[in-house]
């Protein structure tokens, strides 16, 4: 599949059929994330993989009721906690750089799903305290994500984008 098909055609998917994805997919998939780049190239990334529908059922009282992914967490056949350790990173200008490399290598992971006719949906709205008891994740790493992982049970249409020209600036601001 050609990237920018890729980068055209992906949707977040919140329906997932009951098909176990195979490990071999997501090791795949857990490769593509691994290879993004990252500050000074500290790799500061972890993923913990959740197959097992009891684990995966744990976390879901750390999602609103409301949060409108919550259903994909409970009915997808695979859940990936995508974590960062911030000491494997720096702070440059303000800015936390554990987030920016973990969010590259989330969007890596999200890319490769799609392109092996997987489904994700990239969640921010959830209690982390929880969820980190829950799985026993250590105190320093930070979950930057979770994605519900599995075969797609519906097709989203493509959501609005802005022009380019509303986002974009050639030499100056304007």
Known sequence: ????????????????????VEREKIEQILDAAR??????????????????????????DAFPDDNPGKKAIAT?????????????????NGIDYF????????????????????GTCWMGWYDEKKIKRTLGIP????IVGITPLGY??????????KQLSEISYFNQWQ
């Not at 290879?35 to 879901?60: G, H, Y």
Request: charged content about 30%; aromatic content about 8%.
């Open 139 to 142: 105190d320093g790493i930070r």
């Open 35 to 60: 290879l993004a780049p990252s500050w000074k190239n500290m790799q500061c990334w972890r993923f913990l993989v959740l197959t097992d529908a009891d684990m995966r059922a744990k976390v879901l």
């Open 1 to 20: 599949m050609d990237i920018f098909q890729v980068f055209r055609e992906r949707r977040s998917i919140r329906k997932y059929k009951d098909t176990p």
């Open 99 to 118: 987030v920016a490399d973990v969010s590259i290598a989330f969007e890596h992971l999200c890319l490769a799903a799609f392109a092996l006719g997987l």
């Open 76 to 92: 997808a056949p695979a859940v990936i906690v995508v974590c960062g350790n911030p000491a494997e990173s720096e702070v440059e």
């Open 152 to 161: 797609p049970d519906q097709e989203p249409k493509p959501r609005p984008r």
